[in-house]
């Protein structure tokens, strides 16, 4: 029996499954000077599923994650979020940029609850639900600070609480972890996974970063440079939770290695063979 307190991933009604038919995107079509940022994109997301998205700078991966949310239209094609077409806006979301996009003027604690206001959401479940996290996350010290007066790894901890809060179906992130430095990000890495466990919400992550994506997901989507299509579907057959650091694992290197070799065939990276025989050589 459910109730009307209960949040859809609690009903176990409503995780999202997202379909991403034949989309392309072409920015100023209209134009002499059309630019064409993505080439005939499907997907097929399965709810309550991590999946990553990796390609080079500008191949439209943030383009792809803001269609999901129907902030961007496609040029043609179509994206379903839970059995219906995207064609504006959707709520049952949680969204996290690189950069935390704190107010300053507000405290940890209520950056968080800034949800409750602007969704209209009864603010006893979410002040339960943002103690929870600040407590998962070991932050409940910070809620009364200000966003000066924390470090970075902090402010994306809050940002993270905040894209938590209402316990969306679905959460899309782009680049989360990019304004942090490496043992920041191994630790906030660790600690999304950890949420995300708990909960099982379907996950789109954006990245520029190889590990990172395997570290985290079940599946990766690897795109091709602009225009960007998906050029290979990687099942991540690694058991859960995975350990902070990865990088000695052989299995978590096979799948480095593939999805880098692959940007190699595609021109992305270069020099990788030389590489890895002086790496023999020495």
């Known amino acids: 029996m459910t109730t009307a307190t209960q949040s859809p991933a609690e009903q176990g009604l409503s995780r999202s499954t997202i379909t991403i038919d034949n989309v392309t995107k072409v920015f100023g079509e209209d134009t002499a000077t059309p630019f064409r940022a993505l080439k005939s994109v499907s997907m097929d997301i399965r709810a309550g599923e991590f999946v990553s998205v990796v390609g080079p700078s500008g191949c439209g991966k943030s383009t792809l994650m803001l269609?999901?949310?129907?902030l961007q239209p496609q040029t043609t094609g179509h994206v379903v979020v839970a059995g219906k077409e995207v064609t504006g806006p959707i709520t049952d979301v949680g969204?996290?940029?690189?950069?935390?996009?704190?107010?300053d003027f507000r405290t940890a604690e209520e950056n968080v609850m800034l949800q409750a206001d602007?969704?209209?959401l009864p603010k006893d479940t979410i002040q339960r639900r943002s103690d929870e996290l600040f407590a998962q996350l070991n932050l409940a010290s910070a809620k009364k600070r200000y966003p000066v007066q924390l470090s970075g790894g902090m402010r994306q901890r809050v940002s993270l609480i905040r894209t938590l809060v209402h316990d969306p179906s679905l959460i899309l992130m782009d680049e989360p972890?990019?304004?942090l430095d490496a043992l920041t990000r191994l630790q906030v890495r660790t600690d999304l996974e950890q949420l995300w466990l708990r909960r099982r919400p379907t996950v789109v992550f954006i990245t520029h970063s190889v590990e990172e994506a395997v570290g985290l997901s079940d599946r990766i989507f690897v795109m091709s440079p602009s225009p960007g299509e998906v050029v290979e579907v990687i099942d991540v057959e690694l058991p859960r939770p995975r350990p902070i650091v990865l990088g000695e694992s052989p299995d978590f290197s096979y799948y480095v290695d593939r999805i880098y070799r692959r940007f190699q065939?595609?021109?992305?990276l270069h020099g990788i063979e030389r590489s890895t025989?002086?790496?023999?050589a020495s």
């Open 95 to 103: 969204i996290t940029f690189q950069d935390h996009l704190l107010l």
């Open 277 to 280: 025989q002086n790496d023999a």
């Open 118 to 120: 602007i969704r209209g």
């Open 177 to 179: 972890f990019g304004a």
């Open 67 to 70: 269609m999901i949310a129907g």
């Open 265 to 268: 065939e595609m021109g992305v």
